[in-house]
Protein backbone atom coordinates (compact mmCIF):
# COMPACT_ATOMS: atom_id res chain seq x y z
CA UNK A 1 0.00 0.00 0.00
CA UNK A 2 1.42 3.10 -0.99
CA UNK A 3 -0.01 6.03 1.35
CA UNK A 4 1.78 8.84 0.30
CA UNK A 5 1.15 10.67 -3.13
CA UNK A 6 4.78 12.34 -4.66
CA UNK A 7 5.10 15.09 -6.87
CA UNK A 8 8.10 15.01 -8.79
CA UNK A 9 9.11 17.96 -11.16
CA UNK A 10 10.10 16.12 -14.81
CA UNK A 11 12.38 17.93 -16.63
CA UNK A 12 11.41 16.77 -20.18
CA UNK A 13 7.38 18.32 -19.41
CA UNK A 14 8.93 21.08 -17.24
CA UNK A 15 6.33 20.52 -14.50
CA UNK A 16 5.50 18.78 -11.15
CA UNK A 17 3.64 15.52 -11.21
CA UNK A 18 1.82 12.87 -9.74
CA UNK A 19 4.70 10.07 -9.49
CA UNK A 20 2.67 6.94 -11.27
CA UNK A 21 5.04 4.19 -11.84
CA UNK A 22 4.02 2.15 -14.41
CA UNK A 23 4.28 -0.97 -12.92
CA UNK A 24 3.46 0.09 -9.10
CA UNK A 25 4.59 -1.16 -6.77
CA UNK A 26 7.77 -1.59 -8.26
CA UNK A 27 9.88 1.15 -9.89
CA UNK A 28 12.70 1.19 -11.96
CA UNK A 29 15.39 4.33 -11.63
CA UNK A 30 18.75 4.92 -13.82
CA UNK A 31 21.36 7.17 -12.45
CA UNK A 32 23.89 8.06 -14.39
CA UNK A 33 26.97 7.02 -12.61
CA UNK A 34 30.71 8.45 -12.30
CA UNK A 35 33.58 8.09 -15.50
CA UNK A 36 35.99 6.39 -13.39
CA UNK A 37 39.00 8.08 -14.06
CA UNK A 38 39.16 10.66 -10.94
CA UNK A 39 38.12 11.24 -7.35
CA UNK A 40 34.90 12.14 -6.66
CA UNK A 41 34.33 15.83 -5.69
CA UNK A 42 31.67 18.19 -4.55
CA UNK A 43 29.46 17.19 -7.67
CA UNK A 44 29.25 13.57 -7.05
CA UNK A 45 28.09 14.35 -3.29
CA UNK A 46 25.27 16.11 -4.09
CA UNK A 47 24.39 13.80 -7.29
CA UNK A 48 24.75 10.73 -4.61
CA UNK A 49 22.67 12.36 -1.38
CA UNK A 50 20.30 13.76 -3.83
CA UNK A 51 19.64 10.18 -5.53
CA UNK A 52 20.01 8.31 -2.73
CA UNK A 53 17.16 10.41 -0.81
CA UNK A 54 14.84 9.59 -3.76
CA UNK A 55 15.35 5.80 -3.67
CA UNK A 56 15.02 6.11 0.62
CA UNK A 57 11.88 8.08 0.29
CA UNK A 58 10.01 6.03 -2.98
CA UNK A 59 11.11 2.71 -0.60
CA UNK A 60 9.91 4.14 2.72
CA UNK A 61 6.52 4.70 0.95
CA UNK A 62 6.18 1.41 0.12
CA UNK A 63 7.74 0.98 -3.62
CA UNK A 64 9.65 -1.51 -4.49
CA UNK A 65 12.62 0.38 -6.31
CA UNK A 66 15.16 -1.24 -8.80
CA UNK A 67 18.26 1.58 -8.82
CA UNK A 68 20.66 1.18 -11.81
CA UNK A 69 23.64 3.18 -11.58
CA UNK A 70 26.21 2.74 -14.47
CA UNK A 71 30.07 3.18 -14.32
CA UNK A 72 31.37 4.72 -17.31
CA UNK A 73 34.53 2.83 -18.08
CA UNK A 74 34.82 3.36 -22.08
CA UNK A 75 33.74 6.19 -24.56
CA UNK A 76 33.60 9.00 -22.39
CA UNK A 77 36.01 11.51 -24.39
CA UNK A 78 37.49 14.34 -23.14
CA UNK A 79 35.60 16.88 -24.91
CA UNK A 80 31.76 16.96 -24.31
CA UNK A 81 31.52 18.00 -27.76
CA UNK A 82 32.64 13.82 -28.47
CA UNK A 83 36.58 14.46 -29.55
CA UNK A 84 39.99 13.92 -27.87
CA UNK A 85 40.98 11.01 -25.71
CA UNK A 86 39.35 8.13 -24.00
CA UNK A 87 39.34 9.58 -20.52
CA UNK A 88 40.52 6.07 -18.65
CA UNK A 89 42.99 5.32 -21.39
CA UNK A 90 44.33 8.62 -21.11
CA UNK A 91 44.89 8.34 -17.20
CA UNK A 92 45.80 4.61 -17.97
CA UNK A 93 48.84 5.82 -20.25
CA UNK A 94 49.65 8.94 -18.03
CA UNK A 95 50.17 6.54 -15.06
CA UNK A 96 51.12 3.34 -17.11
CA UNK A 97 48.31 1.30 -15.70
CA UNK A 98 45.87 -1.11 -17.42
CA UNK A 99 42.87 0.40 -18.18
CA UNK A 100 41.01 -1.64 -15.61
CA UNK A 101 43.24 -0.90 -13.07
CA UNK A 102 42.14 2.36 -13.40
CA UNK A 103 38.11 1.97 -13.77
CA UNK A 104 38.93 -0.43 -10.36
CA UNK A 105 41.19 2.01 -8.57
CA UNK A 106 38.47 4.97 -8.78
CA UNK A 107 35.51 2.64 -8.17
CA UNK A 108 36.95 1.74 -4.92
CA UNK A 109 37.42 5.18 -3.79
CA UNK A 110 34.26 6.58 -5.04
CA UNK A 111 32.36 3.99 -3.34
CA UNK A 112 34.19 4.49 -0.11
CA UNK A 113 33.08 7.80 -0.11
CA UNK A 114 29.22 7.44 -0.93
CA UNK A 115 29.49 5.06 2.10
CA UNK A 116 30.85 7.81 4.18
CA UNK A 117 28.58 9.99 2.80
CA UNK A 118 26.02 7.06 3.71
CA UNK A 119 24.41 6.18 0.31
CA UNK A 120 22.68 2.91 0.00
CA UNK A 121 24.40 0.75 -2.78
CA UNK A 122 22.18 0.80 -6.01
CA UNK A 123 20.35 -2.51 -6.79
CA UNK A 124 22.77 -2.83 -9.83
CA UNK A 125 25.83 -0.85 -10.80
CA UNK A 126 26.86 -1.94 -14.19
CA UNK A 127 29.95 -1.22 -16.14
CA UNK A 128 29.78 -0.08 -19.60
CA UNK A 129 32.61 -2.16 -20.87
CA UNK A 130 30.52 -5.40 -19.72
CA UNK A 131 27.51 -4.59 -22.08
CA UNK A 132 29.65 -3.96 -25.62
CA UNK A 133 27.67 -6.80 -26.82
CA UNK A 134 24.66 -5.00 -26.42
CA UNK A 135 25.29 -1.77 -27.37
CA UNK A 136 26.73 -3.12 -30.59
CA UNK A 137 22.72 -4.63 -30.82
CA UNK A 138 21.52 -1.57 -29.92
CA UNK A 139 23.69 0.39 -32.82
CA UNK A 140 22.33 -2.54 -35.46
CA UNK A 141 18.88 -1.23 -34.48
CA UNK A 142 19.54 2.24 -34.73
CA UNK A 143 20.87 1.65 -38.17
CA UNK A 144 17.75 -0.79 -39.15
CA UNK A 145 15.95 1.67 -38.22
CA UNK A 146 17.69 4.18 -40.01
CA UNK A 147 18.35 6.54 -37.50
CA UNK A 148 22.62 5.98 -38.02
CA UNK A 149 24.89 5.68 -41.20
CA UNK A 150 28.27 4.10 -41.24
CA UNK A 151 31.66 6.13 -41.95
CA UNK A 152 35.25 5.15 -42.61
CA UNK A 153 34.33 2.47 -39.59
CA UNK A 154 32.46 4.34 -37.53
CA UNK A 155 28.78 4.49 -37.07
CA UNK A 156 26.80 8.28 -36.13
CA UNK A 157 23.77 9.20 -35.28
CA UNK A 158 22.19 10.98 -38.16
CA UNK A 159 20.46 13.52 -36.01
CA UNK A 160 18.91 15.41 -39.19
CA UNK A 161 17.17 12.56 -40.15
CA UNK A 162 15.75 11.39 -36.73
CA UNK A 163 14.59 15.13 -36.50
CA UNK A 164 12.43 14.93 -39.02
CA UNK A 165 10.35 11.84 -37.13
CA UNK A 166 10.56 13.22 -33.50
CA UNK A 167 11.82 16.05 -31.69
CA UNK A 168 15.91 16.45 -31.14
CA UNK A 169 15.61 18.75 -28.14
CA UNK A 170 12.94 17.57 -26.65
CA UNK A 171 14.67 17.93 -23.42
CA UNK A 172 16.93 20.83 -23.40
CA UNK A 173 14.51 22.81 -25.28
CA UNK A 174 17.12 23.39 -27.94
CA UNK A 175 17.14 23.31 -31.66
CA UNK A 176 19.03 21.86 -34.25
CA UNK A 177 19.74 25.36 -36.38
CA UNK A 178 20.66 26.63 -33.14
CA UNK A 179 23.53 23.98 -32.51
CA UNK A 180 24.49 23.86 -36.22
CA UNK A 181 25.56 28.16 -35.54
CA UNK A 182 27.12 27.09 -32.10
CA UNK A 183 28.88 24.03 -32.27
CA UNK A 184 32.73 24.16 -33.23
CA UNK A 185 34.38 22.13 -35.73
CA UNK A 186 35.25 19.03 -34.43
CA UNK A 187 38.24 15.82 -34.95
CA UNK A 188 36.70 13.53 -37.38
CA UNK A 189 34.23 16.35 -38.98
CA UNK A 190 34.42 14.79 -42.26
CA UNK A 191 33.15 11.66 -41.50
CA UNK A 192 29.99 13.07 -40.23
CA UNK A 193 26.67 14.30 -42.29
CA UNK A 194 26.22 17.27 -39.82
CA UNK A 195 28.21 18.34 -37.32
CA UNK A 196 25.42 17.53 -34.60
CA UNK A 197 25.50 14.16 -35.47
CA UNK A 198 27.34 11.86 -32.72
CA UNK A 199 29.01 8.64 -32.49
CA UNK A 200 27.36 5.38 -31.79
CA UNK A 201 31.08 3.50 -32.77
CA UNK A 202 33.90 4.80 -33.09
CA UNK A 203 36.67 3.38 -35.28
CA UNK A 204 39.85 3.37 -32.68
CA UNK A 205 43.33 4.82 -34.08
CA UNK A 206 46.14 2.28 -34.23
CA UNK A 207 47.67 3.88 -30.70
CA UNK A 208 44.20 3.39 -29.03
CA UNK A 209 44.29 0.72 -26.31
CA UNK A 210 40.57 0.33 -25.55
CA UNK A 211 39.26 -1.76 -28.27
CA UNK A 212 36.52 -4.63 -29.38
CA UNK A 213 36.21 -6.22 -32.38
CA UNK A 214 32.72 -5.13 -34.32
CA UNK A 215 30.95 -5.48 -37.73
CA UNK A 216 31.95 -1.81 -38.89
CA UNK A 217 35.58 -1.72 -37.22
CA UNK A 218 38.12 -2.08 -34.15
CA UNK A 219 36.79 0.49 -31.58
CA UNK A 220 34.93 1.25 -28.86
CA UNK A 221 30.99 2.62 -28.28
CA UNK A 222 30.25 6.61 -27.88
CA UNK A 223 29.42 7.74 -24.46
CA UNK A 224 26.00 8.15 -24.66
CA UNK A 225 25.18 4.79 -25.76
CA UNK A 226 25.47 2.82 -23.09
CA UNK A 227 23.40 4.59 -20.94
CA UNK A 228 20.36 3.73 -23.27
CA UNK A 229 21.56 0.36 -23.82
CA UNK A 230 21.84 -0.78 -20.28
CA UNK A 231 18.80 1.72 -18.88
CA UNK A 232 16.75 -0.53 -21.53
CA UNK A 233 18.49 -4.23 -20.41
CA UNK A 234 18.18 -3.32 -17.40
CA UNK A 235 14.61 -1.85 -16.63
CA UNK A 236 12.61 -2.26 -19.77
CA UNK A 237 11.64 -0.30 -22.68
CA UNK A 238 9.39 1.75 -20.14
CA UNK A 239 10.60 2.49 -17.12
CA UNK A 240 10.18 5.13 -14.71
CA UNK A 241 13.01 7.65 -13.89
CA UNK A 242 16.17 8.90 -15.11
CA UNK A 243 18.20 10.63 -13.08
CA UNK A 244 21.55 12.58 -12.99
CA UNK A 245 22.91 16.18 -12.84
CA UNK A 246 21.86 19.43 -14.86
CA UNK A 247 25.21 18.95 -16.51
CA UNK A 248 24.07 15.86 -17.90
CA UNK A 249 20.91 17.03 -19.94
CA UNK A 250 22.51 17.97 -22.98
CA UNK A 251 24.02 16.45 -24.93
CA UNK A 252 24.53 13.52 -22.41
CA UNK A 253 20.54 12.75 -21.86
CA UNK A 254 19.46 14.58 -25.01
CA UNK A 255 21.03 11.51 -27.20
CA UNK A 256 19.68 9.01 -24.70
CA UNK A 257 16.37 10.19 -25.69
CA UNK A 258 17.04 9.99 -29.29
CA UNK A 259 18.93 6.83 -29.33
CA UNK A 260 15.98 5.52 -27.16
CA UNK A 261 13.39 6.38 -29.28
CA UNK A 262 15.20 5.82 -32.37
CA UNK A 263 14.98 2.13 -31.30
CA UNK A 264 11.90 1.68 -29.58
CA UNK A 265 10.23 4.52 -31.64
CA UNK A 266 9.02 5.64 -28.46
CA UNK A 267 9.44 7.18 -25.13
CA UNK A 268 11.31 4.99 -22.94
CA UNK A 269 11.58 7.06 -19.66
CA UNK A 270 8.75 8.43 -17.49
CA UNK A 271 10.01 11.23 -15.63
CA UNK A 272 13.58 13.05 -15.87
CA UNK A 273 15.00 14.51 -12.81
CA UNK A 274 18.18 15.92 -12.93
CA UNK A 275 19.70 17.94 -9.69
CA UNK A 276 21.54 21.31 -9.46
CA UNK A 277 25.23 22.10 -9.13
CA UNK A 278 27.03 22.85 -6.56
CA UNK A 279 29.50 26.69 -6.44
CA UNK A 280 32.44 27.20 -4.42
CA UNK A 281 32.11 30.87 -3.03
CA UNK A 282 29.95 31.80 -6.03
CA UNK A 283 32.55 30.34 -8.15
CA UNK A 284 32.04 27.42 -10.70
CA UNK A 285 34.13 24.22 -9.37
CA UNK A 286 37.36 23.73 -11.82
CA UNK A 287 40.37 22.61 -11.57
CA UNK A 288 41.72 25.52 -13.47
CA UNK A 289 40.29 27.60 -11.09
CA UNK A 290 42.19 25.85 -8.30
CA UNK A 291 38.96 25.35 -6.18
CA UNK A 292 38.39 21.92 -7.18
CA UNK A 293 38.00 19.56 -4.07
CA UNK A 294 37.65 16.22 -3.59
CA UNK A 295 35.65 14.84 -0.98
CA UNK A 296 38.67 12.75 0.51
CA UNK A 297 40.18 16.04 0.68
CA UNK A 298 36.96 17.79 2.30
CA UNK A 299 36.65 14.87 4.93
CA UNK A 300 40.51 15.60 5.82
CA UNK A 301 40.12 19.09 6.00
CA UNK A 302 43.19 18.73 3.44
CA UNK A 303 43.30 21.72 0.89
CA UNK A 304 44.06 25.23 1.14
CA UNK A 305 40.55 26.59 0.94
CA UNK A 306 39.65 24.54 4.00
CA UNK A 307 39.54 25.77 7.82
CA UNK A 308 38.94 22.40 9.18
CA UNK A 309 38.10 18.88 8.18
CA UNK A 310 34.35 18.47 7.79
CA UNK A 311 32.54 14.71 8.93
CA UNK A 312 30.81 13.26 6.12
CA UNK A 313 27.37 13.68 7.93
CA UNK A 314 28.10 17.59 7.79
CA UNK A 315 28.13 17.29 4.04
CA UNK A 316 25.06 15.18 3.60
CA UNK A 317 23.45 17.93 5.98
CA UNK A 318 24.53 20.65 4.20
CA UNK A 319 23.52 19.36 0.84
CA UNK A 320 20.02 18.16 1.76
CA UNK A 321 19.63 21.92 3.21
CA UNK A 322 19.17 22.86 -0.10
CA UNK A 323 16.43 21.63 -2.19
CA UNK A 324 18.01 19.25 -4.74
CA UNK A 325 17.30 21.13 -8.19
CA UNK A 326 18.23 24.74 -6.45
CA UNK A 327 21.84 25.75 -6.70
CA UNK A 328 24.20 25.64 -3.72
CA UNK A 329 27.20 27.63 -2.96
CA UNK A 330 30.07 25.63 -1.21
CA UNK A 331 31.90 28.32 1.47
CA UNK A 332 33.30 27.03 5.22
CA UNK A 333 30.98 29.41 6.68
CA UNK A 334 28.24 27.66 4.93
CA UNK A 335 29.34 24.16 5.94
CA UNK A 336 30.53 25.56 9.71
CA UNK A 337 26.32 26.55 9.49
CA UNK A 338 25.39 23.13 8.55
CA UNK A 339 27.40 21.51 11.24
CA UNK A 340 26.28 23.73 14.14
CA UNK A 341 23.04 23.23 12.80
CA UNK A 342 23.29 19.17 13.14
CA UNK A 343 25.08 19.09 16.49
CA UNK A 344 21.86 21.22 17.78
CA UNK A 345 19.82 18.04 16.33
CA UNK A 346 21.76 15.79 17.66
CA UNK A 347 21.70 17.05 21.26
CA UNK A 348 18.32 17.69 21.56
CA UNK A 349 17.87 13.88 20.04
CA UNK A 350 19.83 12.96 23.33
CA UNK A 351 17.97 14.60 25.06
CA UNK A 352 14.67 13.73 24.33
CA UNK A 353 14.85 10.54 26.78
CA UNK A 354 15.51 12.93 28.91
CA UNK A 355 12.01 15.22 29.02
CA UNK A 356 9.81 14.48 32.25
CA UNK A 357 6.69 13.23 31.17
CA UNK A 358 3.87 15.30 32.08
CA UNK A 359 -0.10 14.46 31.96
CA UNK A 360 -0.89 16.78 28.98
CA UNK A 361 1.27 18.44 26.37
CA UNK A 362 1.18 21.99 26.16
CA UNK A 363 1.92 22.59 22.74
CA UNK A 364 1.14 20.91 19.90
CA UNK A 365 3.44 18.08 18.15
CA UNK A 366 0.76 16.08 16.13
CA UNK A 367 1.37 17.75 12.90
CA UNK A 368 5.13 17.67 12.65
CA UNK A 369 4.71 14.15 10.76
CA UNK A 370 2.09 14.79 7.78
CA UNK A 371 4.24 18.19 7.48
CA UNK A 372 7.78 16.59 6.96
CA UNK A 373 5.21 14.25 4.59
CA UNK A 374 4.22 17.14 2.74
CA UNK A 375 7.32 18.32 2.44
CA UNK A 376 9.10 15.34 0.92
CA UNK A 377 5.88 14.57 -1.25
CA UNK A 378 6.38 18.20 -2.70
CA UNK A 379 9.10 17.12 -5.10
CA UNK A 380 11.44 16.03 -2.08
CA UNK A 381 11.87 18.98 -0.16
CA UNK A 382 14.68 17.93 2.56
CA UNK A 383 15.20 22.03 3.00
CA UNK A 384 11.50 22.27 4.80
CA UNK A 385 11.86 19.09 6.53
CA UNK A 386 15.23 19.89 7.74
CA UNK A 387 12.98 23.05 8.95
CA UNK A 388 10.67 21.20 10.94
CA UNK A 389 13.55 19.28 12.47
CA UNK A 390 15.21 22.32 13.91
CA UNK A 391 12.16 23.68 15.38
CA UNK A 392 11.18 19.87 16.87
CA UNK A 393 14.84 20.35 18.65
CA UNK A 394 13.21 23.60 20.17
CA UNK A 395 10.00 21.99 21.41
CA UNK A 396 12.68 19.37 23.10
CA UNK A 397 14.45 22.00 24.55
CA UNK A 398 12.23 23.60 25.80
CA UNK A 399 10.36 21.02 27.48
CA UNK A 400 13.61 19.71 28.86
CA UNK A 401 14.47 23.41 30.37
CA UNK A 402 10.58 22.84 32.14
CA UNK A 403 9.33 26.24 29.24
CA UNK A 404 6.57 23.56 28.46
CA UNK A 405 5.32 20.21 28.86
CA UNK A 406 5.14 17.01 26.87
CA UNK A 407 3.20 13.95 27.63
CA UNK A 408 4.96 10.89 27.17
CA UNK A 409 2.77 9.98 24.03
CA UNK A 410 4.51 13.39 22.31
CA UNK A 411 7.75 12.45 23.72
CA UNK A 412 7.87 8.65 21.72
CA UNK A 413 6.01 10.89 18.48
CA UNK A 414 9.47 13.33 18.69
CA UNK A 415 12.13 10.44 18.62
CA UNK A 416 9.85 8.96 15.97
CA UNK A 417 10.21 11.51 13.87
CA UNK A 418 13.84 12.03 14.37
CA UNK A 419 14.21 8.24 13.30
CA UNK A 420 11.86 7.98 10.71
CA UNK A 421 13.07 11.88 8.49
CA UNK A 422 16.40 12.59 10.01
CA UNK A 423 18.28 8.89 10.28
CA UNK A 424 15.63 6.89 8.26
CA UNK A 425 15.15 9.15 4.97
CA UNK A 426 17.50 12.10 4.61
CA UNK A 427 19.62 9.05 6.10
CA UNK A 428 21.72 11.00 8.64
CA UNK A 429 24.05 8.23 10.23
CA UNK A 430 24.29 9.48 14.13
CA UNK A 431 28.35 9.19 14.59
CA UNK A 432 29.76 9.28 17.41
CA UNK A 433 31.12 12.75 18.33
CA UNK A 434 30.08 13.57 22.07
CA UNK A 435 28.43 12.80 25.02
CA UNK A 436 25.41 13.41 23.52
CA UNK A 437 25.45 10.83 21.11
CA UNK A 438 22.89 7.68 20.93
CA UNK A 439 25.62 5.24 19.82
CA UNK A 440 24.86 2.96 23.02
CA UNK A 441 28.07 0.78 23.26
CA UNK A 442 30.72 3.60 22.82
CA UNK A 443 28.52 5.85 25.05
CA UNK A 444 28.44 2.97 27.95
CA UNK A 445 32.36 2.40 27.29
CA UNK A 446 32.74 5.95 27.61
CA UNK A 447 30.38 6.76 30.74
CA UNK A 448 32.20 3.89 32.68
CA UNK A 449 36.00 5.03 32.55
CA UNK A 450 34.47 8.72 33.66
CA UNK A 451 32.70 7.08 36.58
CA UNK A 452 35.49 5.12 37.46
CA UNK A 453 37.14 8.50 37.43
CA UNK A 454 35.06 10.38 39.37
CA UNK A 455 35.05 7.13 41.95
CA UNK A 456 38.97 7.64 42.21
CA UNK A 457 38.28 11.52 42.55
CA UNK A 458 36.45 10.64 45.79
CA UNK A 459 39.06 8.51 47.27
CA UNK A 460 41.60 11.08 46.68
CA UNK A 461 43.80 8.73 43.99
CA UNK A 462 44.65 11.40 41.69
CA UNK A 463 46.73 9.40 40.35
CA UNK A 464 44.39 7.10 38.51
CA UNK A 465 41.99 9.77 38.02
CA UNK A 466 45.05 12.04 36.32
CA UNK A 467 45.83 8.95 34.22
CA UNK A 468 42.54 8.42 33.10
CA UNK A 469 42.43 11.66 31.53
CA UNK A 470 45.55 12.09 30.56
CA UNK A 471 45.00 9.10 28.16
CA UNK A 472 41.47 9.91 26.84
CA UNK A 473 42.98 13.50 26.26
CA UNK A 474 45.71 12.38 24.22
CA UNK A 475 43.36 9.77 22.08
CA UNK A 476 41.60 12.41 20.57
CA UNK A 477 38.87 13.02 23.71
CA UNK A 478 38.49 16.80 24.87
CA UNK A 479 37.08 16.23 28.88
CA UNK A 480 35.35 18.71 30.48
CA UNK A 481 34.36 18.96 34.47
CA UNK A 482 30.83 20.09 35.45
CA UNK A 483 28.88 19.90 38.28
CA UNK A 484 26.86 17.07 37.18
CA UNK A 485 30.12 14.81 36.56
CA UNK A 486 32.56 14.93 33.33
CA UNK A 487 31.59 15.74 30.02
CA UNK A 488 33.46 14.19 26.72
CA UNK A 489 33.36 15.50 23.30
CA UNK A 490 35.40 13.96 20.18
CA UNK A 491 38.16 16.88 19.26
ZN1 LIG B 1 24.40 8.34 -18.60
Known sequence: MIE?????????????EIFEPIHAPHVGMYVCGPTVYSDA??????????????????????YKVRYVRNITDVGHLENEEGSGEDRIAKKARLEQL???????????????????????????????????????????????NGYAYESNGSVYFDVEKYNKDFDYGILSHRNIEEMLNTSRELD????KRSRVDFALWKKAAPEHIMRWPSPWSDGFPGWHLECSTMSIKYLGKEFDIHGGGLDLMFPHHECEIAQNTAMEKHQVVKYWMHNNMITISGQKMARSLGNFITLEQLFAGDHELLEKAYNPMTVRFFILQAH???TVDFSNEALLAAEKSLDRLFDAYARIDKVPASPASSVDVKSIRSKCYDALNDDLNSAIVIAHLCDTATTINSANAGNITLSQEDINELKDIFDIFLFGILGIRNDVTSSNNNNEAFGKAMDLLLDIRQKAKDNKDWATSDQIRNELTKAGFDIKDGKDGAEWKLK
Open 41 to 62: HLGHARHGVTFDLLFRYLQHIG
Open 4 to 16: QKLSVYNTLTRKK
Open 324 to 326: YRS
Open 188 to 191: GQEE
Open 98 to 144: EPMEVVQYYSNRYHKVMNDLNTLSPSIEPHASGHIIEQIESIKEILK
